[in-house]
């Protein structure tokens, strides 16, 4: 029979050979392994101190390394690193929190190698003694079923898309359209990481629960900020940010299933 596969006229076995490198090749594209670091610091931060740990954090790793850019998205010349923040500063449980991802991984050493006992956040010391540290290679990956995220925080309206926001007068249209800024979101940061798949079509988000809406400051600003119970079929790294201000905190999302493994028990902030 299997003489027969490999030298009938119709090359059944050849296809399924050549099938199963394409479904191979398709899988492995379907889904990427990042290199993701959660460090949180037994201490206690304020809401408001998020911004002063980056600074304090850049400002440490600065007296040793010249190159800073990651972990405070800042380049020469008063300018901006454009993407995705691959360093981003939490407050998580009342913790300090920092989480690297992918190249940022492998600066995080600048810091821990020269990490003082404590650093100074506002007008006060925090200690740098670290709570918890996990390395992990997460998987990311379109199913055909979802999941259900928390995420607090969210910051998604920005320039026009809060202009028609406020304009929209029911409930279920500003509901499809922050579902639609979720998706983008997402997309985002699959498309910064470099994961190769396009997700245009195949990302689905559903909002559940709208916890809580409310207007929150930043950079002289006011900033509407959603805490969301939403459905997705895209498997995520839990505290990672999504959104506007994601490198000091805003938009962290956590999955809400019990199988997921969390790193710390407890509820979220804002939950």
Known sequence: ????????????????????????????????????????????????????????????????????????????????????????????????????????????????????????????????????????????????????????????LKYENKEKYDAMESLTERVVFLEKLLTSHIIAFAQNIKWAIHLQNRVQVRIKDIKRHRQMPYKDMQWDAFDLVFECNVSLPNYIGLGNHVSVGWGIIKNMQPQIQDIQEGEMEGF
């Not at 670091?37 to 998020?50: G, N, R, S, W």
């Not at 954090?57 to 923040?85: C, D, S």
């Not at 407050?91 to 600048?110: C, M, N, S």
């Open 1 to 156: 029979m299997f003489v027969f596969l490999v030298f009938s006229k119709n090359n059944i076995f050849l296809r399924g050979v050549l099938f199963s490198i394409q479904f191979i090749s398709s899988s492995t594209k379907q889904m990427k392994k990042i290199r993701y670091c959660f460090v949180q610091l037994d201490a206690e931060l304020k809401p408001y101190e998020i911004t002063a740990l980056r600074g304090a954090v850049a400002e440490t790793v600065r007296k040793y390394n010249e190159e800073t850019t990651l972990f405070h998205n800042h380049i020469p010349q008063n300018n901006y690193r454009q993407g995705y923040p691959l360093v981003q500063y939490k407050r998580i449980h009342g913790k300090p929190t920092i989480v690297f991802l992918e190249e940022a991984v492998d600066v995080a050493h600048y810091f821990f190698s020269n990490m003082p006992t404590d650093l100074r956040v506002h007008n006060h010391l925090i200690s740098t003694k670290i709570d918890t540290l996990v390395m992990r290679q997460p998987t990311l990956q379109v199913w055909d079923n979802t999941f259900t995220y928390k995420i607090w925080d969210y910051a998604p």
